[in-house]
C-alpha cells in the first residue's frame, strides 16, 4: 500500500534535513538513504553526521504501518472529548493485560495515534533501506509533511490539534505485560517519551519541524518489525469507532478470507464504553455506508456475532 497520490509532488521542494547544511543536504542524504555512511558517490560530499541520534522522517515512497501491538489492544480512546478514566484490558486467557492511565488532557485519542503511524511507516521503511538514523527512537519531521501524509488539512488549526495531540501522548501513561520485541518494559511510561518544537515560523509560534521520542516498547516493537502494512484511505475514516475495526478486521483476518467475532467482545476489543445496544446501533451503520478499506462487515442477530470479510482475499462484492 502507497499514500496517496499527489504526495510526492506536494512534498518535492519541501525537504528540510535539519542537521545538515542547507547548501551540502541534497548531496550529503543519497549515501547515508543507501546505508552507506562513510563514503559519498564520486563528486559528492560525505555525510558529515552519519551517526546522529535521531531518525529524520524524509521518505516520500513507503507503506503504511500500524504497530501490531496497538492494533489488538485499545490503547486509544473513542472519545471526542477528553476521556479521564482509567482504562484496563485484558485478553481472555488472562496472558496479556494493559492499564491505560490519562493526563490531566486525557487519554491519547484514536486520532492521536495518526502521529505513530506516520513515524512507525517511515521508520521501518528506513529499516528496510539500512539507514543508520532508524535505530534512534528520536525521531524528527516536518509538520507539513506529516499533515499531508495522514490526509489533514495544512492550516492554522492543524498544527495546535498536532500539539494536543503530542500532549496527550506524552501523558498517557501505560502498563502492561505485553512483550514488544522480545522485551518486557516493567516500568509505567508514556505513548512517547517526549517531544519538543525543533524549529517555528518567523512571525508567530506555529511548528514547522518537531522532535519525538518514541517510548521503548513501541520502538522495540518497530525494531522487531512487529508491524502490519495498512491501507491510506485508513486516514480519510471520519469516526474513530471506524478506525479501531478497520484495525481489528487487518489484525485478525490477516491471510484468512474472514475472521469473525461475537459482538460483545469486539466491543471490549474496541475499547467502546457504551452500552451494548449502542455499540451493536453503531454497527449497523457502519455495515450500511460500508466505507471500511479493504473488508466488509456482516452483523449476524442471531448468533450476536460479527463476520469481517476480505474484499482482497475471496471477497469482491
Not at 562513510?38 to 552519519?50: A, C, D, M, T, Y
Not at 512571525?203 to 491501507?231: C, G, P, Y
Amino acid at each position: 500500500m502507497r499514500p496517496t497520490a499527489g504526495l510526492a509532488e506536494a512534498k518535492t521542494d519541501l525537504i528540510l534535513d535539519l542537521e545538515v547544511p542547507k547548501e551540502s543536504q541534497a548531496d550529503a542524504l543519497p549515501a547515508e538513504v543507501n546505508g552507506d555512511a562513510s563514503k559519498g558517490k564520486r563528486g559528492l560530499l560525505p555525510v558529515h553526521h552519519p551517526n546522529r541520534d535521531f531518525f529524520l522522517c524524509d521518505l516520500f515512497d513507503y507503506a503504511l504501518k500500524d504497530d501490531g501491538v496497538s492494533m489488538e489492544a485499545p490503547i486509544f480512546t473513542l472519545a471526542t472529548k477528553p476521556d479521564l478514566s482509567v482504562w484496563h484490558w485484558e485478553s481472555q486467557d488472562g496472558s496479556r493485560a494493559i492499564t491505560v492511565t490519562p493526563s490531566v488532557l486525557g487519554r491519547a485519542t484514536q486520532f492521536d495515534k495518526d502521529l505513530l503511524i506516520y513515524v512507525v511507516s517511515q521508520m521501518t521503511e528506513a529499516l528496510n533501506r539500512g539507514r543508520l538514523d532508524a535505530n534512534s527512537r528520536t525521531v524528527r519531521f516536518r509538520v507539513f509533511d506529516y499533515l499531508v501524509s495522514t490526509n489533514k488539512l495544512t492550516g492554522g488549526k492543524e498544527y495546535q490539534r498536532l500539539q494536543d495531540a503530542l500532549e496527550r501522548l506524552r501523558g498517557t501513561s501505560i502498563k502492561t505485560n505485553i512483550k514488544t520485541g522480545g522485551q518486557h518494559v516493567k516500568e509505567g511510561f508514556g505513548i512517547v517519551d517526549s517531544w519538543k518544537i525543533i524549529e517555528k515560523t518567523p512571525d508567530d509560534d506555529r511548528m514547522i519541524a518537531v522532535e519525538v521520542s518514541l517510548s521503548k516498547w513501541l520502538f522495540n516493537a518497530v525494531q522487531a518489525h512487529e508491524v502490519l502494512t495498512i491501507n491510506p484511505d485508513y486516514f480519510r475514516l471520519r469516526k474513530p469507532i471506524e478506525r479501531r475495526l478497520y484495525e481489528l478486521a487487518r489484525k485478525h483476518c490477516g491471510n484468512q478470507a474472514q475472521f469473525a467475532i461475537g459482538v460483545a467482545l469486539l466491543q471490549e476489543k474496541c475499547g467502546s464504553k457504551s452500552a451494548l445496544f449502542e455499540f451493536r446501533r453503531v454497527l449497523r451503520e457502519i455495515i450500511k455506508t460500508d466505507t471500511l478499506p479493504d473488508y466488509r462487515i456482516v452483523l449476524d442477530d442471531d448468533r450476536d456475532q460479527v463476520t469481517f470479510h476480505s474484499r482482497v482475499r475471496g471477497d469482491r462484492s
